[in-house]
């Protein structure tokens, strides 16, 4: 064993680096926004999720959310694509702007809203139905039932799945692994062709090699689409992401918790140089 | 000086012998519950097939009754079985899709407050005596119509609703929320995703709910005895009149003078209890093997 110096002072370097190799973001202004959402709550029943959320999110860029458990991360994802409609008790105030279109107000149609805005799950939800039939079935009952079989193929082929199940195409999705699962997933959402896919982190029940896979195809497909991807791994928003949003849990009286966007820049300057004390704390590991 | 682990004082204290005895006589006793529950199905089998089983033959299902017969004329009760299928079986038609449809409503639509409310009205109605409903078909259908096939099969279906309910609603709940989820978030609406993702997935379960409400009311006599009782000894299938059934001929056999009439009441009734074993045993196979492809597909 080595003995350390007693004069070797400690320091904290950053846990996670960000990867070089990405393009420089163009200036904000220059950039085409998707969602402009202002002032957004989520309320569980009397129970607040979220509050004051204000952001936009660009086009063809990967946006990341990060925050500790219960921050609301998934919350908010879900806001984006009305998925917690589903929920009983569930209420939202403030307004979230699709392409200029607030698709908060009732007289729109979640059905509509989720045909642009795809989603992926946390567990991969592959319908026990064949590999083909998991992609195609959506693009069938929306309508698009040309060509199917090169869509299928596309799709696949995106989700750098194809090469792997080209040979049983009508077996079970079941049968996949875990990581295969979600890429089926994933192909089954941009098959439907998207403008946005929200991921909730879509690689926390998967290994290393399944979840580089993913990392892979997001950074291949976001000339396509637009993704937003909650993670509670930072290593993977800096790997991924072009913009990173980092979500906080405040406190309140009566023991109230919600969370709150803390910061959200380009993914660069939230690992490397982050304006709030909390982001810092929370990137170099010392809390959460 | 605290001392640590059971000490010899401890095991003294605890009189551990007598937890023992305590223990057994508690495990003796459920057992023998047990044991009663068991014996009771297999007396009433036994007693009932011992002395149906030298009636019972193929003239059963296929002669009908001859009346006021003298001596050894062979006659069956074809009549009774054919009516207890069109009974049942029409009261199948006008339950199952009804069944459904409320499960899928409480299960799929409904608010939480709703969906326990509606719930707890469907085991109030499930708790109705037979007698009752019975009553019920007589006063709403009955008088000043007459007796017909119609009215039985409503009764019958009054008594199998809450039953094919709550089984829809059981094997509805068990479908993991993320297939839906998975589902609409692709844009597919709600309907075509309960249609198509989760109505696929229970089908095994909506058939054993089913087919357990059919064997509950295949034996029901109540139901029947205001509504569908004063037949003819003819075979017949149309159920604008009234239809002869099991239960009620096995009840009515039971009541004559005439020994013969007596072991084929027995006789019948041991199809009966064929019939509804049979059918149980078939639902309760049906349920494992789709409980298990539901469990795989999570």
């Not at chain 1, 984006?80 to 702007?97: A, C, E, K, S």
Request: include cysteine; hydrophobic fraction near 45%.
């Amino acid at each position: 064993m080595t003995e350390v110096p007693p004069d070797m002072s400690i320091t904290i370097e950053p846990t996670v680096r960000v990867e070089t190799r990405r393009q420089p973001l163009p200036p904000r202004d220059r950039l085409d926004r998707v969602f402009h959402i202002d002032d957004l709550a989520a309320i569980y029943g009397t129970k607040p999720a979220i509050k004051g959320v204000t952001m936009d999110v660009y086009k063809n860029l990967v946006t990341a959310i990060i925050g500790p458990s219960g921050c609301g991360k998934s919350t908010y994802i879900r806001c984006l694509n009305r998925m917690n409609d589903l929920i009983p008790g569930f209420t939202q105030t403030g307004t979230i702007r699709y392409h200029g279109q607030d698709i908060t107000s009732s007289d729109v149609d979640p059905v509509a809203v989720r045909r642009h805005i795809g989603m992926v799950f946390q567990r991969p939800n592959p319908f026990p139905k064949s590999i083909y039939d998991n992609v195609a079935w959506g693009a069938k009952v929306l309508g698009m039932k040309q060509n199917m079989d090169e869509r299928v193929e596309k799709a696949l082929t995106q989700a750098a799945l194809w090469d792997e199940v080209k040979d049983r195409l009508k077996s079970s999705a079941l049968a996949l692994s875990g990581g295969q699962q979600q890429r089926l997933c994933i192909a089954r959402a941009i098959a439907v062709e998207p403008d946005v896919v929200l991921m909730d982190e879509p690689a926390s029940a998967l290994d290393p090699i399944a979840t580089q896979a993913i990392e892979q195809l997001m950074h291949e497909l976001k000339s396509e689409y637009t993704f937003v991807i909650v993670t509670h791994n930072m290593q993977q928003a800096a790997r991924v992401a072009d913009m990173t949003a980092f979500f906080s849990i405040s406190k309140g009286g009566e023991g109230q918790r919600w969370g709150e966007l803390v910061e959200y820049d380009a993914t660069e300057k939230i690992f490397t140089a982050p304006s709030d004390k909390r982001t810092e704390d929370y990137v170099t590991g010392r809390f959460g | 000086m605290a001392s640590h682990g059971i000490t010899r004082a401890d095991m003294a204290a605890v009189n551990l012998p007598r937890r023992r005895v305590v223990n057994r006589l508690m495990e003796g006793f459920t057992a023998l519950a047990a044991v009663i529950g068991v014996a009771l199905l297999v007396i009433i089998v036994w007693s009932v097939a011992k002395r149906g089983a030298h009636a019972l033959n193929f003239d059963l299902l296929t002669k009908t009754p001859v009346p006021f017969a003298i001596g050894p004329v062979k006659q069956g009760l074809a009549n009774a079985f054919a009516g207890s299928l069109v009974l049942v079986g029409l009261a199948t038609l006008m339950t199952v899709p009804v069944g459904i449809l409320i499960a899928v409503y409480l299960v799929e639509y409904a608010r939480p407050s709703v969906r326990s409310g509606v719930s707890l009205v469907l085991d109030v109605l499930n708790g109705i005596p037979a007698i009752v409903v019975a009553i019920f078909v007589y006063g709403l259908f009955v008088v000043g119509h007459g007796q017909s096939g119609w009215a039985g099969a409503f009764a019958l279906a009054c008594l199998m609703l809450p039953l094919m309910t709550r089984s829809t609603m059981e094997v509805l709940l068990l479908v993991p929320n993320s297939l839906r989820e998975a589902s609409l978030g692709l844009g597919v609406p709600r309907w075509r995703t309960i249609l198509s993702i989760v109505l696929p997935q229970t089908i095994g379960g909506i058939t054993t709910g089913a087919v357990l409400a059919i064997a509950r009311v295949a034996g029901e006599t109540a139901p029947l005895l205001f509504t569908s009782s004063l037949v003819g000894t003819h075979v017949s299938w149309t159920p604008t009149h009234a239809l002869q059934s099991i239960p009620v001929a096995i009840y009515e056999l039971s009541e004559s003078p005439d020994p013969a009439d007596h072991a084929r009441a027995w006789a019948a009734a041991t199809v009966l209890l064929i019939f509804i074993l049979l059918t149980s045993l078939a639902g309760r196979w049906i349920a494992t093997r789709s409980r298990r492809r539901i469990s795989t597909s999570r």
